[in-house]
């Protein structure tokens, strides 16, 4: 499984289902770790408008995270759009309550690391 490193000017942010890492996000001044749970909490929100209930939506939302993780576990080809609606669907559980944000499931910010400069003696 090869991902791609994406890191924005204030670093990235990792998302992870059932202990694997499944997709990687910039971190940027207009999206940083705000952002992405706010796609989470938009999602539930134009779902619950357009008639879709709570429950509903857990098990949609949950389904998608498996069948992504299963995608991404036996490296099927996973578009860019896979990715973002995979995001938001980590969030949404999260808001819902239906994982935790820990090791295993959840959300890692990855802040950019200042580079140490060489000192050389001559």
């Known amino acids: 499984m090869t991902l791609y490193k994406k890191v924005g000017s204030k670093g990235s942010i990792s998302l ?21 749970v ?12 357009d008639g879709y209930g ?20 036996h490296k099927q080809k996973v578009s860019k759009i896979d990715h973002i609606i995979f995001c938001q669907a980590l ?12 090791d295993k499931n959840g959300w890692l910010c990855l802040k950019k690391s200042k580079k140490k400069k060489n000192i050389s003696s001559t």
């Open 16 to 36: 992870h289902y059932k202990g694997i890492m499944c997709s990687i996000f910039p971190l940027t001044n207009e999206k940083n770790e705000d952002y992405y």
């Open 38 to 49: 706010k796609m989470g909490n938009d999602g539930i929100i134009r779902h619950l408008k």
């Open 91 to 102: 969030m949404g559980l999260i808001k819902l309550k239906q994982i935790e944000n820990d």
């Open 54 to 73: 709570i429950k509903k939506q857990i098990k949609i939302l949950t389904s998608y995270c498996e069948l992504f993780v299963s995608r991404r576990y």
